[in-house]
């Protein structure tokens, strides 16, 4: 487990999310972003940070940080590790929000590791990959929406590839909530046969989101802290957990090896955004 035990007032906030007129009620208007960008990129086969690498002619974290932007997103914290003072130097005039993550114990403690920022703040987080530089602004901005619409405490931002082996899929309950995302190290065959994947991009509440961080476990196969165990925290809590379904999985596409660079940054030359 991480984290100390919960105080009363932290379970009393907890009590107060059972409901969907609880979960918008509160709520700050707009949202804050959450980048993970800590990752040293092993597959990259290269000694810069993967979220430096260029995509379009910029380093790869430029995209996520402009889409969030747009998007709307009132404040950024970049959680960053590998390289860290040089990714600080190269954004330090962004106006981001810069938390180190020293130990890389998996994107549930990444996250933690944001805490203290988000001490007074009570509203929406939206979390975005540092790897993933096609995100749209319109996809984010259509996640936030799909979150305050059903009033959900966590939504996850999915897709539907060609190629689903080696990502955590979505199971769902037959009305379409989401129970629970299962990696695919750990997942059962029957759950391998679900297409539907999670990018790793989430909207959650802030109130629930830090308390359900500081009571994961690492009883995985990675032996990581999985910050998609908030979504089965969430459903065993009776707290709505909802999706949203990214049409284009490329959109999505997380970058780890130099041809899923090179993949991306043609897209982007399609785009004309170059």
Known sequence: MMGKTRSSKEMKTERGMSGNSDAAAGMQEGFWTIILAAGKGKRMKSDLAKVLHPVGGIPMLNHPVAAARAAGSRKIVVVIGHQAER????????????????????????????????????????????????????????LHDRHRSEGAIVTVLTTIPDKPAGYGRAVKADDGTVLRIVEDKDATPEEKRIREINTGIYCVESRFLFSALAGLGNCNAQGEYYLTDIVEIASRKGLRVTSALAADPMEVMGINTPEELETADRRLRIRGLR
């Open 87 to 142: 990714i600080r130097l190269l954004f330090g005039k962004d106006d981001l929000i810069f938390v180190e993550q020293r130990d890389q114990l998996g994107t549930g403690h990444a996250v933690l590791q944001t805490r203290e920022v988000f001490r007074d703040y009570e509203g929406t987080i939206v979390i975005l990959c540092g790897d993933v530089p096609l995100i749209l602004p319109e996809t984010v901005r259509a």
